[in-house]
Every structure is written in structure tokens, then in C-alpha cells.
T-cell receptor
Framework: SQQGEEDPQALSIQEGENATMNCSYKTSINNLQWYRQNSGRGLVHLILIRSNEREKHSGRLRVTLDTSKKSSSLLITASRAADTASYFCATGNIYNQGGKLIFGQGTELSVKP | DTEVTQTPKHLVMGMTNKKSLKCEQHMGHRAMYWYKQKAKKPPELMFVYSYEKLSINESVPSRFSPECPNSSLLNLHLHALQPEDSALYLC??????????????FGPGTRLTVL
């Protein structure tokens, strides 16, 4: 499969805790992105990290990228109930034409108040 | 305006019906995408339009027919669908066609049910 893998598939935490989800991919990439999807809705772009970057922050989000291991992690600090959603990583493959993104299988995050 | 809009939000159709899904963006993006998403799965790419021309068709059955009348509008015409085509259909756009991994902006989706 071209699609990446994410783990865990599901994660349940208490409000205030940190949530970490991981993504692995298979090919050389231009960048890696994380998207959030609330139940039955469209995807919302969260953050993009380029292949020559190792770490990036945006608010309560921290993304790391290890191109040697072909993996990335997304850390959400001080989680809130509103963070409950599915999270997908997506890679821009340097061999793919047309701006195609390869999505991971997703992590379903549940934050309990 | 940083929004992608999709209509209708919900659609129920029989296997003999013909219907269309509509997507619109006014961000000046020149790439537009149709995805199909089943429950608890990632989006699956169906079609990509670059500068109003079809650039990628991911071997989608001909009962799905895309159309890009202008740079802001994308349609998906549906005919003789099967119950297994029931899914959330997502439209997205990005600024530059052909740029690997360009950020995509998604609409809220159309929830399609085929009876």
C-alpha cells in the first residue's frame, strides 16, 4: 500500500494530558502535513514540516520529522475536549505528480473532560 | 475568503438516479480535488484538476464523472451508483498544481447515501 501507517489507531486521554501520535511513511518526501477531522466533517490543515526540518511548533502542536526513519510524530500539549477528532498525516511524495497527498490511516483521539 | 464550500451537505439517491455534487472556492487556487472517504478510513483520491484540466483519474468507475467549468467550480456528476458508493465525498483545493505536497483546503463534504 502507498499509504502510511499511524499509531496508535485510537487514543483516549483526560483533558490536560498530552497526546502523541506517530506516522510512518514509505518513500522520499517533500514535506509532511498533519490534518484534523472532526466527525463527519472536512479535514483541516494543522501544520506542515518540510523534509529539511526536524521540528516545528504551532501553538500547542509540536511536530517532529525523522527522514532517516521515515517517521513523524505529532504532540498535542494540554489537550482539551475540543481536540477530540481524527488526525491524519499526509506526505507530499517527490515522485507524485499533481500535488497528490498520501494519507496515513489516521489516529482517533478522544479527550475526556 | 479561505473557504471551500460544498453542496448539498447530504444526498440520498436511488441506483437509477442522476445527481451532482458541487464544490466552490474563491481563493484563486488552480488545483482542485475530489476524494471519497469511508467511515474510519483516510480520504481516497478520485480526481485532480490542474488549471481546469483533468490531470489525475485514480481509476474511478465511469459512473462518477467530474467537471470543472471554471477555476472556482468543481462538479461531480453521479449516475447509476451502487450502495457501496455511499460515503463522504470531499472536495479540496490547493494553490499550485503539480507542487508535491501543497497544502490542501477541504470543504465540509457531502454525505452520500445510495439506496
Amino acid at each position: 500500500s502507498q499509504q502510511g501507517e499511524e499509531d496508535p489507531q485510537a487514543l483516549s486521554i483526560q483533558e490536560g494530558e498530552n497526546a502523541t501520535m506517530n506516522c510512518s511513511y514509505k518513500t522520499s518526501i517533500n514535506n509532511l502535513q498533519w490534518y484534523r477531522q472532526n466527525s463527519g466533517r472536512g479535514l483541516v490543515h494543522l501544520i506542515l514540516i518540510r523534509s529539511n526540518e526536524r521540528e516545528k511548533h504551532s501553538g500547542r502542536l509540536r511536530v517532529t520529522l525523522d527522514t532517516s526513519k521515515k517517521s513523524s510524530s505529532l504532540l498535542i500539549t494540554a489537550s482539551r475536549a475540543a481536540d477530540t477528532a481524527s488526525y491524519f498525516c499526509a506526505t507530499g511524495n517527490i515522485y507524485n505528480q499533481g500535488g497528490k497527498l498520501i494519507f496515513g490511516q489516521g489516529t482517533e483521539l478522544s479527550v475526556k473532560p | 475568503d479561505t473557504e471551500v464550500t460544498q453542496t448539498p451537505k447530504h444526498l440520498v439517491m436511488g441506483m437509477t438516479n442522476k445527481k451532482s455534487l458541487k464544490c466552490e472556492q474563491h481563493m484563486g487556487h488552480r488545483a482542485m480535488y475530489w476524494y471519497k472517504q469511508k467511515a474510519k478510513k483516510p480520504p481516497e483520491l478520485m480526481f485532480v484538476y490542474s488549471y481546469e484540466k483533468l490531470s489525475i483519474n485514480e481509476s474511478v468507475p465511469s459512473r462518477f464523472s467530474p467537471e470543472c467549468p471554471n477555476s472556482s467550480l468543481l462538479n461531480l456528476h453521479l449516475h447509476a451508483l451502487q450502495p457501496e458508493d455511499s460515503a463522504l465525498y470531499l472536495c479540496a483545493s490547493s494553490q499550485l498544481p503539480g507542487l508535491a505536497g501543497d497544502t490542501q483546503y477541504f470543504g465540509p463534504g457531502t454525505r452520500l447515501t445510495v439506496l
